[in-house]
């Protein structure tokens, strides 16, 4: 009895992955909110860790809703809301709240809120806050 129990637990050791990989963010500018989208998809089916150690913007700030992101204290990240692919040209109203939505999803409750009542409607700069609020507003540090 007390082998196979010594065997089964090395075999549950076994299974449990030692190490996840992991993505370190020091200057992402954002991008398309559907190729962002497919790559938080793949990050929570692999359990990658994220870690952003520098600037996140636009579609970046997303990741801080991962299982398995953290922020450091020192990081820069820029908000703003969605956008049509042509730069200037504004989505239509229906759009622009069902994005706006979508992007507000990935992010802590208390950064949700802040972003849907403030930065969404910033959508030619980025309304920016440090890390270290993104913690206190309920990020996970690292």
């Known amino acids: 009895m007390i082998k196979a129990l010594a065997f089964l637990t090395a075999a549950v050791i076994a299974a449990i ?3 996840a990989d992991t993505v370190v963010i020091r ?8 190729t962002r989208l497919q790559s938080i998809q793949q990050y929570t089916a692999d359990g990658t860790r994220i870690e952003i150690r520098g600037r996140c913007d636009s579609s970046c700030t997303m990741l801080l809703g ?14 703003h809301g969605p956008q049509s692919q042509y730069y200037g040209i504004s989505l239509p109203p229906d759009e622009f709240e069902y994005w ?5 999803d990935h992010y802590p409750p ?10 969404r409607h910033d959508v030619m700069g ?17």
């Open 17 to 19: 992955p030692t190490h």
């Open 27 to 34: 200057n992402d500018p954002g991008g398309s909110l559907t």
């Open 66 to 79: 991962l299982p398995r992101a953290c922020v450091k204290p020192s990081s820069r990240l820029g908000f």
């Open 100 to 104: 706006s939505r979508v992007m507000a």
């Open 110 to 119: 208390q950064i949700r809120a802040w972003f849907l009542r403030e930065a």
């Open 126 to 142: 980025l309304a920016t806050m440090t890390g270290s609020t993104a913690i206190q507003m309920g990020a996970r540090g690292c």
